[in-house]
């Protein structure tokens, strides 16, 4: 029996509140995986697995081993324009969020997955590619980083999609922010993921026009729905 996966699209929301709602979920999961060690088979809890869509205001987010020197200006400079900043519980380093990208946040128990956090990253890469290709596009893995890329090992590689999570008890949170329309100039205020030698794209970019988010958006579910194997359901 595939996996329920409860689908929400949280719309525009400030990623302070994203994050609230996200960390409430996260920890009901735990809580309710914790409640069911002890309970009979007959009044165990049922896993209530979500995967959560939004968009942010421009804000600049730095994962537990971000290097605060790939934050190219003071926090002073960055809320001039309009640029918030975070430091929050994922791994990895700094990344952008912003209008015209799309963030996809599963909060999983990967227990009824796959406890093998290197096979749950690639699936959500796989997810990108997948929905890449819909559009003509090769998105690549690039050897020792995560995410999805373009060109990868030629001087012109370049990052669509990053990723980064957390996870506890084999619950997970954050995920992946897929550059879809995406203003590209804001990262220019960071070193994102501190990869200096890589440039960053979208899906406008690439395909040299502005792309529906409600089409994207659609791709990315139904392909999510394949590659982990569940049913997306409201």
């Not at 200006?73 to 799309?102: M, S």
């Not at 995560?146 to 506890?168: E, H, M, N, P, Q």
């Not at 659609?218 to 729905?225: E, I, P, R, W, Y």
Request: glycine fraction near 8%; include cysteine; aromatic fraction near 8%.
């Amino acid at each position: 029996m595939k996996n329920i996966v409860h689908f929400r699209d949280l719309g525009n929301m400030d990623y302070g509140y994203a994050w609230d709602v996200q960390e409430s979920i996260f920890k009901n999961l735990i809580d309710r995986k914790l409640k069911n060690r002890v309970l009979p088979l007959d009044d165990q809890l049922s896993v209530e697995h979500q995967l959560l869509f939004v968009e942010h205001p421009p804000v600049i987010t730095l994962g537990k081993s971000a290097d605060e020197k790939n934050v190219l200006l003071q926090k002073d400079a960055l809320a001039a324009r309009g640029i918030q900043l975070f430091h929050i519980n994922r791994g990895g380093d700094v990344t952008y969020h912003g209008p015209g990208q799309l963030v996809g946040y599963p909060i999983l128990d990967l227990d009824q997955f796959t406890t093998d956090l290197g096979v749950y990253l690639r699936n959500i890469e796989e997810v990108i590619i997948r929905t890449l290709a819909e559009y003509g596009l090769q998105g690549e893995r690039s050897p020792g980083e995560t995410g999805v890329w373009l060109d990868v090992g030629k001087w012109s590689a370049r990052k669509i999609c990053a990723i980064g999570i957390r996870t506890s008890r084999w619950v997970t949170m954050h995920g992946f922010a897929f550059n879809v329309n995406t203003q590209l100039e804001h990262f220019n205020v960071i070193i994102p993921c501190g990869i200096t030698d890589k440039a960053v794209t979208s899906l406008e970019k690439e395909l040299g026009k502005k792309i529906p988010m409600e089409e994207v958006k659609a791709l990315v579910k139904k392909h999510f729905a394949t590659v982990f194997d569940c049913t997306l359901i409201p």
